[in-house]
Nanobody, 122 residues
Framework: QVQLVESGGGSVQPGGSLTLSCAASGSIGGSNAMGWYRQAPGKERELVAATTTSGSTTKYADSVKGRFTISRDNAKNTIYLRLSRLKSEDTAVYYC???????????????WGQGTQVTVSS
């Protein structure tokens, strides 16, 4: 009964930036957090970033620390991912997710968005 609607994907040159958004609607039972995964062709899906609704816990993949920023607007039930200083290796399908993030930094998926393509090329 939860729907995650993503937007903001597209193509950008290396070194550029892009902002993804994900709006959640409906009941998200058991969820205290939202996050972003990505999957490149032939590679395993990986967690990029996640944040709790309260902001008490935030998690980033080592490969994006200092370049990507996850933020939220609780009034709009929306999260954002700011992708900066993009590299070709960031090219992937990015998936919005609603889940549970523990104080220890463990994230558990509950619901998924459809994914949006981010392509970084010259």
């Amino acid at each position: 009964q939860v729907q995650l609607v993503e937007s903001g994907g597209g193509s950008v040159q290396p070194g550029g930036s892009l902002t993804l958004s994900c709006a959640a609607s409906g009941s998200i039972g058991g969820s205290n957090a939202m996050g972003w995964y990505r999957q490149a062709p032939g590679k395993e899906r990986e967690l990029v970033a996640a944040t709790t609704t309260s902001g008490s816990t935030t998690k980033y993949a080592d490969s994006v620390k200092g370049r990507f920023t996850i933020s939220r607007d609780n009034a709009k039930n929306t999260i954002y991912l700011r992708l900066s200083r993009l590299k070709s290796e960031d090219t992937a399908v990015y998936y919005c997710n609603a889940g549970s993030l523990t104080p220890g930094g463990n994230y558990y998926s509950i619901s998924w968005g459809q994914g949006t393509q981010v392509t970084v090329s010259s």
